[in-house]
């Protein structure tokens, strides 16, 4: 299986460059032909990909999206390259259209283009979704929920206590309540404090979460909690629902386990108590989930879905896009105008850092 996955950038171990570079490793891992297509490349992620014996091509005049069976773009990269028939094109291919945000020029939807070309929209949340579908998105939309990296399918190595002894919180503040409460239980427990999601990530989050019988945090941390099975307490200084149960979770989950689902708050004595007597209920909820429900937090799991999707016929695409050359034209200036701009500027960057 030949895969292209195109980016405007794949320099920084973070954020949508980490989402492309995982789903090449995975690719990769799964035995297919995987070529990665950047405006701009740069270290760290150059040597990842050079470790996995992964090219970046970085001319898009070198490559023909259509010769390839899965095509993955994000960042507007897709106007660069020429999709006219051609006798090495494959018969038939899945094209598809990650947004990762939902405000933003590289995460708009709606293109005249990217409607003829693409099969499919790849969307962070049901927000990034919705606002696809509102700038004028004609694809089906399949949600991958902000998933995350890292072996979730592994088999628990224990059975959860009947009370938190072992805990992670991520991100919590020395001076909030939250971490006061933590203070007040005392020897009843054992905290491991991690600054932000990534640390948690790069320590390895399934090994570290699939011994942990709590985890404490927001956002993307409630999301490795999730795919680990392992109670979560969703809550900063604002508030926050407590353990994730039955009634509260599709509200925390529309804002993003925020904790902005609730303006309740409690004080760090409350909060101690809840830790403790509310243990059973969240343990009881995350063990309960079906495993489909889970399994959408893991992006193993995600990425396995594209690879198996089915593929279209090249012949209509193309039929489609010739129907639009105007359109194609103008958008390929656009792409053209964001490409040489990027490059400009970090160009510059490089140059004033040396």
Known sequence: MRILLGTNQLQKDAGAEVL?????????????????????????????????????????????????????????VAGLFDYTPHPENAERSLVVFAKLASEGFMESSGWELENALGD???????????????????????????????DFDEPRPRALPSSPRRIIAVACHPESDLNKALQLLGDQVQVQHFGRTSDLAKAGAAAQLLNADLVIGLGQTVHYA????????????????????????????????????????????????????????????????PSDFVGRYSLSRQFDRLLHAPRASNADRQERLARIQGAISRERNLAEYVRSTYRKIQMLTRMTKA
């Open 20 to 76: 492309l570079a995982e789903f090449a490793l995975h690719c990769r891992k799964a035995g297919a032909d995987v070529v990665v297509y950047a405006n701009w490349d740069g270290f760290p992620m150059t040597g990842k990909m050079q470790k996995a014996r992964i090219p970046i091509v970085t001319e898009p005049g070198a490559i023909r999206p259509l010769d390839f069976d899965l095509v993955y773009f994000q960042h507007q």
């Open 226 to 289: 999730l795919a680990a099975r392992t109670p979560v307490y969703v809550h900063n200084q604002y508030g926050g629902p407590g353990y994730l149960n039955d009634e509260n979770f599709e509200a925390a989950e529309k804002a993003s386990f925020s904790g902005r689902c609730t303006s309740q708050t409690r004080s760090a004595q409350a909060i101690a108590a809840d830790l403790m007597t509310g243990y059973e209920e969240g343990r009881r909820f995350v063990t309960s989930l």
């Open 120 to 150: 499919l929209i790849f969307a962070r949340s049901p927000e990034t979704a919705a606002v696809a579908a509102a700038q004028g998105s004609t694809l089906p939309i399949h949600m991958f929920y902000n998933a995350v990296a890292g």
